[in-house]
Each structure stands twice: as structure tokens, then as C-alpha cells.
């Protein structure tokens, strides 16, 4: 069975620092693995996936995540954090055992602080 | 491209009362269709998946008789709520899923928020 672990439900950043979303994975088979982001009271957006190919994902925003086999993990990344970044974020996965429905991470809350 | 309706965004019910919810792939198709299911600040939960023209499969410990789940249509999936009660208010998210896109990506709905008094 599939699982999704993200560490961190609260994560605070300064604006203009780093952000760092981390999340682990397990699957049986090979994964696809995804991003999204929610704002509040709305539905969920896209922000990365990863299917097959090129490890090192881009998305929209300026985010961007790694598919790390070796370690399980698909963290998330921006290099400089906006106002307008924090919302709740969920790691999913999903493969052909699941018949590629999503199981999503328990989501982490990011606050940018001024 | 790739939108996803959901209609209503929002409803307030009566307890013992039934609330049909619609999810529409706006501009493709979609021979599946999930429902989750999101209470407050908690992540979604996988309900159910929709086929269509099949029965749907759901996921263990949700009540088939209590969540009807139709897919008639390549671009249409309902969840209907039978006899509400106030647990079942909660955020219901759909989402369509892609085939002719790599990834068999999913694309979600925006939402139905359901209160039942």
C-alpha cells in the first residue's frame, strides 16, 4: 500500500527566505508524485508533479521539487518565499495499484511572516 | 483547458434531507472521477472512485447506501447525501482524471462546502 508522510504541519519562513516542504513516499511499484497547494476555502491546485524522466521538477510560483528514489522523497522547494505563498500544502501519490487515485499527506500550513 | 466544475459551492441542509452534488469535466473527458472527502484543517480523504457507465468503488468504511455515487456521462459524476446529518458536513472535493494527458493527471473541482443543521 501507498503512504505519504509529510514532517511539519506548521512551517514558518520569513518572506524572501527558503521554503522547504518536506515529504516521503512509499509505493510497491513506481510512483506518481505530486504538489498541490490550497488556499482557503477553495479547492486544490497544482503546483509540480512527477511522472517519469528528469528528477528535478519545476512548477508554477517558482516552486520546484526532487524525486529522490534513494531516500523516498519529494521535498518542496522555493528559493524565495512571498507573502502570497502561505496556504496549506499536501503531497500526493498515486500509482497503477491505486488505480491512480491520490493519497494525499496529512498537509503542512505554511506561514510567511513579513 | 482542464477545468472542473462542482455545483453548489455551498449548502445548508436539514437533518434527514438529501443533497445531490454535481461534478462536471468542462472540457474533457473523463472516464474516472474521484470524490474526497476534507474536514477542517485536516487532508482530503479518498471516498470514492466513479467509473463511468460502472459502479462505483469505495473506499473502506464509506457507507455505499449513505454516499451515491452516479457517473452516467463521460463528463458527469453526482454524489448524492442521503439522509444527512450533521456529521456528514464537510468540504467534498471531485476531481476528473486525464487520461489523454501523461501522468493520468487529476484536475480538482472547487469544492462543495455542506452544513447540515
Known amino acids: 500500500a501507498q503512504s505519504v508522510t509529510q514532517l511539519g504541519s506548521h512551517v514558518s519562513v520569513s518572506e524572501g527566505a527558503l521554503v522547504l516542504l518536506r515529504c516521503n513516499y512509499s509505493?510497491?511499484?513506481?510512483?506518481?508524485l505530486f504538489w498541490y497547494v490550497q488556499y482557503p476555502n477553495q479547492g486544490l491546485q497544482l503546483l509540480l508533479k512527477?511522472?517519469?524522466?528528469?528528477?528535478l521538477v519545476k512548477g508554477i510560483n517558482g516552486f520546484e521539487a526532487e524525486f529522490k528514489k534513494s531516500e523516498t522523497s519529494f521535498h518542496l522547494t522555493k528559493p524565495s518565499a512571498h507573502m502570497s505563498d502561505a496556504a496549506e500544502y499536501f503531497c500526493?501519490?498515486?500509482?497503477?495499484?491505486?488505480?491512480?487515485?491520490?493519497?494525499f499527506g496529512k498537509g503542512t500550513s505554511l506561514l510567511v511572516t513579513p | 483547458g482542464a477545468v472542473v466544475s462542482q455545483h453548489p459551492s455551498r449548502v445548508i441542509c436539514k437533518s434527514g434531507t438529501s443533497v445531490k452534488i454535481e461534478c462536471r469535466s468542462l472540457?474533457?473527458?473523463?472516464?474516472?472521477m474521484f470524490w474526497y472527502r476534507q474536514f477542517p484543517k485536516q487532508s482530503l480523504m479518498l471516498m470514492a472512485t466513479?467509473?463511468?457507465?460502472?459502479?462505483?468503488?469505495?473506499e473502506q468504511g464509506v457507507e455505499k447506501d449513505k454516499f451515491l455515487i452516479n457517473h452516467a456521462s463521460l463528463t458527469l459524476s453526482t454524489l448524492t447525501v442521503t439522509s444527512a446529518h450533521p456529521e456528514d458536513s464537510s468540504f467534498y472535493i471531485c476531481?476528473?482524471?486525464?487520461?489523454?494527458?501523461?501522468?493520468?493527471?487529476?484536475?480538482f473541482g472547487p469544492g462543495t462546502r455542506l452544513t447540515v443543521l
Open positions: 476531481s476528473a482524471r486525464d487520461f489523454s494527458r501523461v501522468g493520468n493527471e487529476q484536475f
Open positions: 509505493s510497491s511499484v513506481p510512483p506518481y
Open positions: 512527477y511522472t517519469t524522466g528528469a528528477t
Open positions: 500526493a501519490v498515486s500509482d497503477r495499484n491505486s488505480g491512480y487515485a491520490l493519497n
Open positions: 472540457d474533457f473527458q473523463a472516464t474516472t
Open positions: 466513479s467509473n463511468e457507465g460502472s459502479k462505483a468503488t469505495y
